[in-house]
């Protein structure tokens, strides 16, 4: 009688450990969730401004950059001009498909993985289209945007490079994850 208790005391103390263990990995969950998002705004606050810089102040920006390669290879500068111009662009959308791509798993961490069966497409769609569409719609405004800033244009190979970016960034993302689960196991 008493081994009875002291095992339903056992399991009443296991559940409470739990409950505890669960609450924490929410609210941890929850920060990371609000600090990729701060992130994620401050990547495209930054991608903003970056467009809205005249085309004679951009090119300054990458004159910099293309002086200094130049002591490094024979290409001509207008095509280096061109190739980082256009790796800027990349780049800036890789991470912001990364970070996009963090702040919806956390989200959607807390809705697949504490139900009691784990909802892997919903989890997957959630951490890899929708970033995908956010980032891409995110390349569209953007070169809208650039239009109406002078000496700059609106371009669908501009949007087209943003997007394979923002690509390369939830595939990283997808990755690490990928990474983790095996490594969990």
Known sequence: MADSIDNKQNRMD???????????QRKSHNTRFVAY????????????????????????????????????????????????????????????????????????????????????????????VIPLICGALYAVSDEIHQRFVPGRSCELRDVLIDTCGVLLGVIINMLCVRFAKKKDK
């Open 14 to 24: 296991d559940k409470k450990d739990n409950l505890a263990v669960k609450k924490t």
């Open 37 to 128: 998002l701060i992130i994620t705004l401050l990547i495209m606050i930054f991608i903003f401004f970056q467009s809205s810089l005249p085309a004679d102040t951009s090119q300054e920006e990458s004159d910099i950059i293309v002086r200094f390669l130049s002591h490094f290879t024979d290409r001509d500068a207008e095509m280096l001009s061109f190739i980082v111009r256009k790796m800027a662009h990349f780049s800036e959308y890789t991470v912001l498909g990364l970070f996009i791509s963090l702040a919806f798993k956390e989200y959607y961490y807390k809705k697949c993985f504490h139900k009691e069966r784990f909802q892997k497409t919903r989890f997957y769609r959630g951490v890899f």
